[in-house]
């Protein structure tokens, strides 16, 4: 099959208490991660860049195939990331990273409009997804965009950091001394296959 399609369903959305830390209270000291991180979007074992980004409000996520469904009479959002499109998954060389597309399917939390110079206004969908960096698991609103042109697939914005008490450091990056678990290309390929019909 030339793609691997993993269906993350309800499931995988609702959180684990057991895996997120209690957030820092805003009077600890802040955590400070450089601008570019490592992050494991959720319970996938999806590795990815991030950019920590005091320019930007709300987060944001590679997406592509965006499409809007309506479930238990609410507004949901079924989106796919490629993996092909950044191909920071570790590998042990048995599959391409484009052989893998990762399927999401999650409750619409809002929608923006965002203004771009010189282009017509674009409407995104925004979600709410856990994602683990520095070792602790966090959770934050993302707008789900075609990040494909870009270095890097997950933009962190002020709202994550604010809320997390996070500073970034811009002269330096990879700064986090606590890694979080992740999944090989091959291991995710192969778990897709557990909840392919």
Known sequence: ????????????FSASPALAEPQPESSAE?????????????????????????????SSLHAVNVESFEKDN?????FQLPLGDHEDQPSEGELEHD????????PVYRTVLIKRKGAPS??????????????????????LTDRGKFSYPVLLGRRFMRDDNILTDSARSFVAEQECEYSTLEELAESSKAVEP
Do not use: N, Y
């Not at 793609?3 to 993350?8: D, E, G, R, T, V």
């Not at 400070?32 to 991180?37: K, N, S």
């Not at 074992?45 to 980004?53: E, N, P, S, W």
């Open 122 to 143: 674009q409407r995104r969908h925004v979600v709410k997804m856990e994602f683990c960096i520095a070792g602790k698991m966090h959770e934050t609103q993302f707008s």
């Open 99 to 106: 052989e893998v597309i990762l399927e999401f399917e999650r």
């Open 30 to 58: 802040p955590e400070v991660l450089g601008f570019i991180e490592w992050v494991v979007m959720g319970e996938t074992g999806i590795r990815l860049k991030a950019r920590l980004d005091t320019g930007a409000k709300t």
């Open 1 to 12: 099959m030339r793609f691997a399609i993993i269906a993350l369903t309800s499931l995988l």
């Open 74 to 78: 609410e507004e949901w959002v079924r």
